[in-house]
Each structure stands twice: as structure tokens, then as C-alpha cells.
């Protein structure tokens, strides 16, 4: 390998690193979201929690609360759960087991990426997602900025 | 008797799916899913077998160097929602049993009406929620040790009831409260050369979650007899049985205790108390748990010698282990057991030949497994 190329090798490796240092660093804005139609405007990260774990089916003035998740293995999601439930992905998936194969429930339905769960809160005004910031619209309303 | 509450799950079933399709097109929704366990473990005690409870007929080390009779099993589990009302719950485990086969048996079949996402009533074959792992106990990947401490959970080897139970779940402040109730049971369980029959059963079960913390409170009484070889009936004895845990889990780590007072002809209370802590993958743990000899209640005619020989299964175990979360859905387990049978008792090892006493002696136990659930 000639100078030249080692150089220019080495500059293209130190440019992804730091394209994705960037990345790593502006991806870590998580927040929860309802409809903009939804009377909800806060939740506390507990009362978030528990809707997302099953533990409460409704929102604190009682109306319904319908959960939706983002793909296991996403960066978003295991912000999310990081940040507002305070479990790993691997405590996660045994809480679910233990809720599945008790019988008591089921995990939340799961949309694919920012976009489409955005369109599936602002049109259901009892839903709940999660998203990040950057991807936030008129038609969703953020409750929780963790 | 227990083929009565089947007919009523299948009828449950077949109106559910005669009636589904005039309602949502999204029902029936049905869920298939299972779980399992490889497991092997080995005792430094060759004069007894370590098994996990009475119905196993034996494991490490009198009857096998390397046993995999404890910890090993495979189930499936169906869930059916027939409309936001109605659903049901089937769960065939197959693990090591009384025959000395793997024999799938069903450990649950059921139907639930939930009048709301906060209150139900179900019908079948149930879940006896004694301890706060009693449910799940079969689904190793749910919790961080190897098994639950035998110490304890071995105490009842119920593990589901047919007939009927209700839930209602509140809040009170910031705290959520689940209130669980078996208004009817009865169960049957299979052992190497006897059965145990248990009826009237009932029981109220509560637990409560504040934060981090978890505590369960359970009481139950059941009828039980147990039939001989010979096909003969003993007497039927009230059993009562009071438990209390509690657990404290903010993420990064956890302590876990739970006690329980069994009351039959003789009065026995067992113990343990468990902790660890979460560094990436790993979740070490350490576990101390202990169970008492049985003290005699009055009423009852005086138990004979060797009655109260085989009553005595004192024994006391400190645990160290390890859980690897090394894959999706997938854990790796490793745990060394210090077991002491106290003065007096042969513990719970089974298949002692006759004439041997292992009174006070100490012995070692590690068990390997890997959990996953699909």
C-alpha cells in the first residue's frame, strides 16, 4: 500500500467515526407522544411506565390507554425503555414472558419506525407511542420529555 | 372429576369460535408461543437423590452421576382472545415425572371472562399464585436462579387447581393492588408409588406494587388425602397454608425473601432470602434459604416413630449462581448449592436405602441450565 492510500484510508476511517460519534450523539432524544386530539398534556415516567408494562390499561383521567411499541432490537425503543421503565432489553423479554405464559397478558402492538407510529397516535386519540424528537409533528402531542 | 372442567373449557372454546365470526374481524386473535429448560445437575451425595420436588422420582447422585430429571423441560402455550371479553389459555409442559417419562401433562386449560382490563373470572385448570414465582415457576427464563429455593417452593407441590378463580386489580394512591381469589379447586398429583387427592380448596392472594417494591401476601386451605399403592384412601387432612414475600427491584439490582407456615397434621415454616445484581449480561446471586422439622399439633394420634422420621426434612442451602442473558430469549444459568441437613434429617433427599442416616451431614450440588422461551 502506497502512502497516499494509507493516508487517504486512515482520513475516510477517522471522517465514518466521526459521522457516527455524530449520529450516536443526536440519536438519544426519546419522547412520548399522544394524539394531538388527546385531552392528555403529562405523564409522570411511572404512569408511562406502567402503561407500557400492562399494569394499567387506562390513562390517569381514566380514559383508555392503547400502547404502541417500536421493532425489539431498536435503537429508539431501547432508549425508551432505558430511559422511562428503567429495564434492559434482556429484563424486558422475561417480564413479558412471566406475563404471557401466566396468562395475564400481552406485550404492546408494535409499529415500525418514527413515521408510522406517529400516524397511528394522531389518528387514535387513546393511543400512546414513543418516538424521537426530531420526528415530531402538529398532528402528536409530547407528554413526556425524558 | 377433573374431566368435568375440560368439557366446560372445550364448550367455552367452540361458542367462542362458533360466535367469532359475527363480531370484529380481528378475533379470534390466537397466540402460540412455548418455553424450556436443559438442565443437568450433580450432588457430592451418593446416598440419596437431590430432587426438586416429591413427584420426581429421582435425579443426581444415588440413581445417576449426571441427572437431568430436575431442571429439564418443554412447553407450548396456545392463548386464543375470542373478543375483548373472552379468552382462553392452554399449557401442555412436558418434564420429568412421576412414570419416569417426559409425558406431556396439562398443567393449564381455561377460560376467562374479564368484565373488564382490571377484573376476571376464570374456569379450568388454574395457576395456584401460592408464591410470588408460583405462576411462572415452570418458565426458568422468568426469573435469575437456576430454580426457585426447594426449601420453600418444594413445601407445595400443588402447582394448579380445576375450578374456579377471580382477580380484580386497583390502585390506591400510587400503589397497584392485585387481588387474586380461588373460590373452588381441586387437584390430583401423581407421585412414584402413591397419589395425593385435595379438594375444597380455596385461597386469597394479594399482591402489591408500590415502586421498586413487591409484596405478596397468600392464604389457602384444601382437603387432601393420599392414596396408596394398594388403591386404599387415608384419612383427609385440612391443610392451611399462609405466605408472605416481599421484593425490592430498582433495576440495577434485587433482594427477594419469602416465608411460608404449612399447617397439616404437623406445623412447618421455611424461608429464604435472595439477592443480586445486574452488570450488563450477567445477574449474580446469592440465595440462603432454610426449611423447619415439623412440630406435631395437638388432636391428631401420636405420630410413631418413624412417622415422625419422615416428617423431619429440616435441611438448610446457601446458593451461589450466576444468569447470562448471552442471547435473545436465551439465558445461560450456573449454580453451586451448600446444602446442610440439619439433626435429625435425611432433608429432602429421596431413594436413601433403608437403613442409612445422613443426620447432620453436608453436601455440594452445581446444576447447569439454559432457559429460552419462543
Known sequence: ?146 | MAIRYYLIVLLGFYACLANAETTQSSYPKVTFGGFGTLGVNHSTMYYGDYTLDSTIPKGSAFSDNWSTTNDTRIAGHVAANFNPKVSGVLQVVAEYNAEGTYQPEIEWANVKYAFSPDAYIRIGRIAVPTFMQSDNRDVGYTYVWVHPPIEVYRQLAITHSDGVDAMYRFEVGESMNTVKAILYGENTLERETSKSDSKDMWGIFDTTEYGATTMHFSYQERLSATINSAGVTGPWIRNSDLSLGIQYDPGNWFVISEWLQRKTTTKISAMYVSGGYRINKFTPYMTYAQNSPGSFLPGFPPPSQGTITRTNRAQSAVSLGVRWDFMKNTDFKFEYDQVKLSDSSNGFLANIPTGVILYGAKFHVISAVVDFVF
Not at chain 1, 443526536?26 to 399522544?34: F, G, H, P, T
Not at chain 1, 402503561?51 to 425508551?80: C, H, M, W, Y
Request: proline fraction near 6%; aromatic fraction near 6%.
Open chain 1, 1 to 146: 500500500m502506497k502512502p497516499q492510500e494509507i493516508i487517504r484510508c486512515l482520513s475516510t476511517f477517522l471522517l465514518l467515526l466521526a459521522v457516527s460519534a455524530f449520529t450516536a450523539n443526536a440519536s438519544a432524544e426519546v419522547v412520548v407522544i399522544v394524539s394531538a386530539k388527546s385531552p392528555v398534556t403529562s405523564l409522570t415516567a411511572e404512569q408511562t411506565a406502567k402503561i407500557f408494562l400492562g399494569k394499567t390499561s387506562e390513562f390517569p383521567d381514566d380514559s383508555d390507554a392503547v400502547p404502541i411499541d417500536q421493532p425489539v432490537g431498536s435503537e429508539i425503543r431501547n432508549e425508551f425503555y432505558t430511559k422511562v421503565v428503567h429495564k434492559n432489553t434482556s429484563q424486558l423479554s422475561a417480564y413479558w414472558a412471566k406475563i404471557i405464559f401466566t396468562g395475564d397478558g400481552r406485550p404492546p402492538d408494535i409499529l415500525d419506525g418514527d413515521a408510522a407510529v406517529r400516524r397511528a397516535v394522531a389518528k387514535n386519540p387513546n393511543a400512546i407511542g414513543y418516538i424521537d424528537k426530531t420526528s415530531v409533528n402538529r398532528t402528536v402531542r409530547v407528554i413526556l420529555a425524558p
